[in-house]
T-cell receptor
Framework: DAGITQSPRYKITETGRQVTLMCHQT?????MFWYRQDLGHGLRLIYY???????DKGEVPDGYVVSRSKTENFPLTLESATRSQTSVYFC??????????????FGPGTRLTVL | DAKTTQPNSMESNEEEPVHLPCNHS???????IHWYRQLPSQGPEYVIH???SNVNNRMASLAIAEDRKSSTLILHRATLRDAAVYYC???????????FGTGTQLKVEL
């Protein structure tokens, strides 16, 4: 049972380059999320998706683009990376809203450095 | 999700119980309390959740105050592997997003 995976685990890029972080889950969960975590902050929500082709902004969406053509995948793209986007990125998934509690399952994270 | 208040850090000795407090003074009747923890270099993982009454699972216990304005996560016998950041989250009923604060860094010593 692979669960939720992220790739790459580590990435170094340069300012201005486009970078795509991948997230894949094998549970067929409806909801998927992208968070970033910086020193001194908890996790902050970037974007989330309630189902394929449905996405919405979170707390810090600027500079990021998401898509969700298939239920199991939720890629996050930095169209023109900036140094302020250096961070650890976590993907998560959860079952549908109807469940009384919505436990989120997190991936292992991608450490991104923008030079 | 509304913001909760937790101590920045706590220390414990191995094999002893740990009580991690959380204040959520703005909680409403349908808000759940969720706890997650984040081990070093890993993503957060779910620990426990509750609404009104105390809850137990294989990982921990959650004690919720009668007025629901505070709660305590109880690790019955801390181990070195329990050293992590513990996040208390007040979940708005029906909401599927999590709002993380900075949590409590738990240090466990031999």
């Amino acid at each position: 049972d692979a669960g939720i995976t992220q790739s790459p685990r580590y990435k170094i890029t340069e300012t201005g380059r486009q970078v795509t972080l991948m997230c894949h889950q094998t549970w067929s969960h409806s909801y998927m999320f992208w968070y970033r975590q910086d020193l001194g902050h908890g996790l902050r929500l970037i974007y989330y998706s309630a189902a394929a082709d449905i996405t919405d902004k979170g707390e810090v969406p600027d500079g990021y683009v998401v898509s969700r053509s298939k239920t199991e995948n939720f890629p996050l793209t930095l169209e023109s990376a900036t140094r302020s986007q250096t961070s650890v990125y976590f993907c998560a998934s959860s079952r549908e809203l109807a469940v009384s509690y919505n436990e989120q399952f997190f991936g292992p994270g991608t450490r991104l450095t923008v030079l | 999700d509304a913001k909760t208040t937790q101590p920045n850090s706590m220390e414990s000795n191995e094999e002893e119980p740990v009580h991690l407090p959380c204040n959520h003074s703005t909680i409403s009747g349908t808000d759940y309390i969720h706890w997650y923890r984040q081990l070093p270099s890993q993503g957060p993982e779910y620990v426990i959740h509750g609404l009104t009454s105390n809850v137990n699972n294989r990982m921990a216990s959650l004690a919720i105050a009668e007025d629901r304005k505070s709660s305590t996560l109880i690790l019955h016998r801390a181990t070195l592997r329990d050293a992590a950041v513990y996040y208390c989250i007040q979940r708005t009923g029906g909401g599927n997003k999590l709002t993380f604060g900075t949590g409590t860094q738990l240090k466990v010593e031999l």
